[in-house]
């Protein structure tokens, strides 16, 4: 796939994640190839564990159940995709809301992307880690 449609087939998952305010996971699942490289910058701290890595799309739903459990969405911002060769980043901002206290998160956020055969094999995801701890405490 071209560095366009990468783009673009990652515009479309952000619109939906935006407007369903995290009720998209479908969608991610099935942008992402079946054995997906995931991480995430929290490395599965204490209470938000499931914001680790993943090695396999089937696995990857648990990521997207401890999000649904714990998290409300209030936005999510994408302010810039960069695409070159495979590769897509999104610069964006997004803002959370911790259920078990109402404790919000306002956070820079960037997603690195990798794509082969029109699928996502690679992400990793970059947030402020201290301010997600600090919410769930």
């Known amino acids: 796939m ?3 449609a990468n783009v673009s087939m990652l515009q479309e998952a952000y619109r939906r994640w935006k ?5 998209s996971v479908d969608h991610w699942m099935s942008i992402c190839d079946e054995n997906i ?7 599965g701290a204490p209470k938000i564990a499931y914001l680790t890595s993943y090695s396999a799309r ?13 998290w409300e ?12 060769d495979d590769r ?4 964006g901002e997004c803002s959370w809301r911790y259920k078990a206290n109402g404790k ?16 996502a094999v690679e992400f990793y995801e970059y947030f402020d880690t201290a301010q997600v701890q600090a919410a769930t405490e």
């Open 104 to 119: 919000v998160v306002r956070t820079p956020k960037v997603d690195s992307w990798r794509f082969a055969h029109g699928k």
């Open 73 to 84: 969405m209030i936005d999510y911002r994408v302010d810039a995709l960069v695409a070159q």
């Open 37 to 43: 490289k995931f991480g995430s910058l929290a490395q």
């Open 58 to 70: 089937d696995e990857l739903a648990r990521y997207f159940e401890g999000l649904a459990q714990d």
């Open 2 to 4: 071209s560095e366009a």
């Open 88 to 91: 897509v980043v999104m610069l």
């Open 19 to 23: 407007d369903t305010r995290g009720g």
